[in-house]
């Protein structure tokens, strides 16, 4: 006895298919479940002892979430609940990681802005007390710029070179283990090791003077484990083939990874000296140890103290008073824009090489 089934005609939508194009929320169903969940936690920040504000948002975003999903699961099917839910999770986490990063930039720029002008980056601190309203930043300005382009000097070229080693030349190899591992051990070294280490080698037991060198040595330190892991990771993500197709020409090795293999990868080793770069730019703790700041300019790594943007935000915003908080947060201003100009010159310049 065999038993007939129908199948369903070729192009027809499945049962799933139907289901999720079936009934769907009117426009105004969201809109609504919003205002009520705002609403709802309105009445609890102003009825009971919930007093934040960040708290009271956070409230009305749960409450979307849990009312949207109940609404989507009684018109629309469970299926497209779960949906909506996953995809608020998705937003509400993303929200959650922006708003600390707008906090501290709008922060920033509202309390930095009135005293950012012209006199504030061409003048130092030479002279000027924590009373005094002149003053600037112009002597950490230039301390920070050498101080970043010396060490970028000295660790980018060897990051990329160890980096290169580890992924085409080393690969499952016994030195290729140890260097990975002491990389690793560099990625989580603390801040003020290097600069302690700078301290009692470079200027200690080689009797070497407090320069803005010095303070360039234990930035460099800081900024080797991520120019290797980053270039490392790239390096990896170029296809094999590449490599193979470059072999079967007759190139050599070198004359491939640097014709093919390092332009291939350049957008992500760009990317990931940035943010080595951007780790060392905002730096105190190895720099008081090693440059020990200067209130007058000097241009010369090499001789005498130096200062750097970190240090001069440290020093001003340590005075209580209201002139010198005022240049502390001109200063964080001054920093964060010189990041990101770097990392958009940066960027035309990666852009233009693989051009």
């Known amino acids: 006895m065999t038993t007939a089934t129908a199948e ?6 499945s049962d799933d298919h139907l289901h999720l194009k079936g009934n769907q ?8 479940v919003a205002a009520g969940a705002v609403a709802v936690a309105l009445v609890l920040y102003f009825a009971t002892s919930i007093q934040g504000k960040i708290q009271t948002g956070l409230i009305a975003i749960l409450l979307y979430g849990i009312g949207q999903t109940i609404a989507s699961s009684l ?13 608020t999770i ?15 930039l709008v922060q920033v720029l509202v309390k930095g802005a009135s005293r950012l002008d012209g006199d504030f980056l061409t003048h130092s601190m030479a002279g000027i007390s924590a009373r005094d309203a002149g003053g600037g930043a112009y002597a950490a300005l230039i301390g920070t710029l050498e101080q970043i382009g010396l060490a970028s000097l000295i660790s980018i070229p060897f990051g990329v070179l160890v980096a290169v080693y580890l992924v085409e030349y080393g690969r499952r190899n016994r030195l290729s283990r140890t260097i990975s591992f002491f990389v690793d051990v560099l990625t989580g070294l603390p801040s003020i ?17 407090q320069t803005g060198f010095a303070g360039s040595l234990a930035l460099v330190i800081l900024m080797i484990p991520t120019v290797v892991r980053s270039t490392e ?7 094999n083939e590449l490599r193979e197709a470059s072999f079967a020409l007759g190139i050599e090795r070198w004359r491939t990874i640097m014709k093919v293999v390092i332009p291939t990868a350049l957008p992500g080793i760009v990317t990931g000296v940035m943010l080595a770069i951007s780790r060392v730019a905002g730096e105190t703790a190895p720099l008081l140890l090693t440059i020990f700041g200067n209130d007058y300019i000097n241009s010369n790594p090499f001789v005498g103290h130096q200062s750097s943007l970190p240090i001069f935000i440290f020093t001003e915003a340590t005075k209580p008073q ?19 100009l770097l990392n958009l010159i ?7 090489a693989k051009v």
């Open 90 to 104: 998705i937003f509400g986490t993303l929200l959650l990681a922006l708003i600390p990063l707008v906090a501290v």
């Open 75 to 87: 018109v629309e099917g469970g299926r497209r609940a779960v949906d909506r839910f996953v995809r």
């Open 8 to 13: 369903a005609p070729a192009g027809a939508p």
């Open 322 to 340: 209201a002139s010198a908080i005022a240049r502390a947060w001109a200063g964080a201003l001054t920093l964060i824009i010189l990041i990101m």
């Open 25 to 32: 929320l009117p426009a105004y169903a969201l809109p609504a």
């Open 233 to 239: 990771e790239m390096l990896k993500l170029v296809p």
């Open 346 to 352: 940066a960027r035309l310049v990666s852009r233009r």
């Open 193 to 209: 090791v290097a600069g302690l280490f700078i301290f009692a080698f470079w200027i200690l037991l080689l009797h070497q003077h």
